[in-house]
C-alpha cells in the first residue's frame, strides 16, 4: 500500500556535495509532508517537514522542496556530510489519518 | 526527558510460538503508534490510540496479533502464533497531538523480532 514513492533506493554522495532525495504522492488529500532520518539500530527521528501552502522550507543544511502541481516534494541536503549517512524516509498524512511512509533511501556520504 | 521506551530490543523465537513487546511512551503523549518495519522498508502503521481507545487498527491482523493500552499510558503487543513472515522490526511512536498531520512523532528504537 505504498502511497507514497520515494527515489533513489540509495544515494553515495562526496563529502561536501549535494544529496538530492525525491517523493512522488497520488493523493492530493495529503497536507503534512515531513522527512525522518534513521539511522542503524535506531528509531525514526523528524528532520524536517512541509506544509503545501509553500513551496520550499530550509532548517541549516536541509531543504524541502515542494511541488504541489506536480504532487512531488524532494529533500536537499547541501554540504553533505559522512555524519549525514542513514536511511531517509519521506511521509505524508492527511487530516484524521496516519502518517504513510516511503520505502526509504540509504544514503552514503564518502569522506 | 526520557524518549520512546521499548523491549525487548531483540528476540528470537520458533514459528508458532508467542511474543509481545512492550511499549512506553512520552510523558502526557496521548497517541501511540505501533509500525511494522520490514528491511529495506519504510515503517507501516499496525495500530494507533487516543488515551486507551484504538482509532485505527484496520492494519492489524487480528487473527493473531494484539494489542492493549491500559490506562491509555503504556501499550503491549502480542502475535500468537508467530509465522515465519512476521520477522521484522516493531516500532512504537508516540505523539502529544492527536491526527498524524499535526506534529512529530516520536520512536523508539524498536524491537527486532526474527522467527525460525
Known amino acids: 500500500q505504498q502511497q507514497v514513492k520515494q527515489s533513489p533506493q540509495s544515494l553515495i554522495v562526496q563529502k561536501g556535495g549535494i544529496s538530492i532525495i525525491n517523493c512522488a504522492y497520488e493523493?492530493?488529500?495529503?497536507?503534512?509532508f515531513p522527512w525522518y532520518q534513521q539511522f542503524p539500530g535506531k528509531g525514526p527521528a523528524l528532520l524536517i517537514a512541509?506544509?503545501?501552502?509553500?513551496s520550499e522550507k530550509k532548517e541549516g543544511r536541509f531543504t524541502i522542496s515542494f511541488n504541489k502541481s506536480a504532487k512531488q516534494f524532494s529533500l536537499h541536503i547541501m554540504d553533505s556530510q559522512p555524519g549525514d549517512s542513514a536511511t531517509y524516509f519521506c511521509a505524508a498524512s492527511k487530516p484524521i489519518d496516519d502518517m504513510r511512509f516511503g520505502a526509504g533511501t540509504r544514503l552514503t556520504v564518502k569522506p | 526527558e526520557a524518549g520512546v521506551v521499548q523491549s525487548p530490543r531483540y528476540k528470537i523465537i520458533e514459528k508458532k510460538q508467542p511474543v509481545a513487546f512492550w511499549c512506553n511512551p512520552i510523558?502526557?503523549?496521548?497517541?501511540l503508534y505501533w509500525y511494522l518495519q520490514n528491511l529495506g522498508q519504510g515503517p507501516e502503521l499496525l495500530i494507533r490510540y487516543e488515551n486507551e481507545e484504538a482509532v485505527d487498527d484496520s492494519q492489524l491482523p487480528k487473527d493473531r496479533f494484539s494489542a492493549e493500552r491500559l490506562k491509555g499510558v503504556d501499550s503491549t503487543l502480542k502475535i500468537q502464533p508467530a509465522e515465519l513472515g512476521d520477522s521484522a522490526v516493531y516500532l512504537c511512536?508516540?505523539?502529544?497531538?492527536?491526527?498524524?498531520?499535526?506534529?512529530?512523532?516520536?520512536f523508539g528504537e524498536g524491537s527486532r523480532l526474527t522467527v525460525l
Open positions: 511512536a508516540s505523539s502529544s497531538q492527536t491526527g498524524a498531520n499535526t506534529g512529530e512523532l516520536f
Open positions: 510523558s502526557g503523549h496521548n497517541t
Open positions: 493523493n492530493t488529500a495529503f497536507d503534512y
Open positions: 512541509i506544509r503545501p501552502d509553500v
